[in-house]
């Protein structure tokens, strides 16, 4: 499975997400980074006030009064004064940059015999040794609540952040999708074009670079648009100015030809010409040119009995007896399936009717031509589906301008579809369009 979103939408609004809790989080460390030094400093100098303020009660205060000065010390201010034994069990400060700090500070200001601990005797807290009275031996322990160096989570500050952030990401999301929406109308429009229909022209507005390529895009539409137009008139000019004289022709055989074989042959020639005319026709019109070829709800198995029925015994057909129902564009797709039919009776054996069949596969809706014919080679199936292709075997349609296939093929793929072509056990060919069972 892909974690990575598809849309650009998506894509582009992770990313600036991402980049915005990095932002961030480099911030936090910064500022972490930062405030370390001056903090030490801060704390050395508390420390080093506590401690010669201490020092001064002590040496100012009567010995009588000393111990109860410790006692109110520790009672008001939380400091604790211990005197240091030999036999002290010290656990030394984290390897932090705070305590290198703290610690270099105070052996400054204190003395560089000044010793720093995280613990004494099992006991947790800060401690700080120093002298009371300068000259003598004894040495003592300063001993400070750890929650002094501690620092408390702003989670105010924290919630105000998560709000500016939140924010933040509400406005990059109306960013996106401010850019996204004119793209998703291109891509639908884009969709509508590649189905042979006109999209409605989209409205240019937005930054610069979408304006630029929504005006081009109209403009494109507006070209093809007027491309079909002017095809529609050829086709119609074409179908009238070539097979106007064809009909001329034919009667005049029929009337100045006494030669009944010669005559039988040169209307199978003029027979052959007007369909030949009428693939060009059928390749170069526009499948959306009439309007029952929109896509629609379409019952397959009566649209193959109406296919077959035109045929008689010399089609067989196999199919479900309950309906086929499938979006798809009737006329079109009738033509391609009279189209391989017709091929299929063309060149198949005579004595052996073509087969018609429907059935699913794979969640794939197949209709399939059979034939006992000479089949085609393995290596021409893919050729002969080129515009122009004949097979050398007087295969796919050789007698017309090899566009049998190629409009077969043409009009599979507008409904999300393809064509196959595979030879057959024991001879011929299945010719095959395949649908997909929801067709855009």
Known sequence: MRLLPHSLLWRAFLLITLLMLAAVAAWLAIFRQAEVEPRAHLLAQTIVSISNLTRSALLNARPERR???????????????????SSDRIDPPPSTELFRHLEHDLRERLGPETRLAYALNGEPGLFVSFRIFPGEEG????????????????????????????????????????????????????????????????????????????HAFNQMSQSLRQLEEDRRL????????????????????ELSVPDAAARAAMEADIAEMDRTIGQFLDFARPLGDKADSTMAPTDLVALLE??????????????????????????????????????ALRHGAASTPVELELAWEDGHCVIAVLDRGP?????????????????????????????????????????????????????GLAARIVLSSRIN
């Not at 006692?71 to 004064?81: K, N, P, R, T």
């Not at 109406?306 to 089609?315: D, F, L």
């Not at 499938?326 to 039919?341: D, G, K, S």
């Not at 017309?400 to 009009?411: D, K, M, P, S, T």
Request: glycine share 8%; charged share 25%; net charge neutral.
């Open 67 to 85: 111990l109860d000065l410790l006692a109110e010390l520790s009672d008001i201010e939380g400091v604790h004064v211990y005197p240091a034994e």
């Open 139 to 214: 040495e003592f322990w300063l001993a400070l609540p750890r929650e002094r160096l501690e620092r408390h989570l702003p989670w105010q500050w924290l919630g105000w952040g998560v709000v500016v952030l939140l924010l933040a990401l509400c406005g990059a999301w109306l960013i996106m999708q401010r850019i996204a929406k004119p793209l998703k109308a291109l891509e639908n429009a884009a969709l509508q074009l590649g189905r042979h229909e006109t999209p409605a022209p989209l409205p240019e507005r937005g930054p610069e670079e979408i304006v630029a390529v929504t």
């Open 234 to 253: 050829l086709l119609a000019g074409i179908s009238h100015d070539l097979r106007t004289p064809l009909t001329r022709l034919r009667m005049e055989i």
């Open 306 to 343: 109406e296919i077959a029925a035109r045929y008689g015994e010399r089609v067989s057909c196999r199919w479900p007896s309950a309906k086929v129902l499938l979006p798809v564009q009737r006329e079109p797709l009738r033509r391609a399936i009279v189209n391989l039919v017709e091929n």
């Open 375 to 427: 089949g085609i080679p393995e290596e021409d199936m893919a050729r002969l589906k080129q515009p122009f292709t004949r097979g050398e075997r007087a295969r796919s349609n050789a007698g017309g301008a090899g566009l049998g296939l190629a409009i077969v093929e043409r009009i599979a793929k507008a409904h999300g579809g393809w064509l196959e072509l595979k030879p057959r056990s024991g001879g």
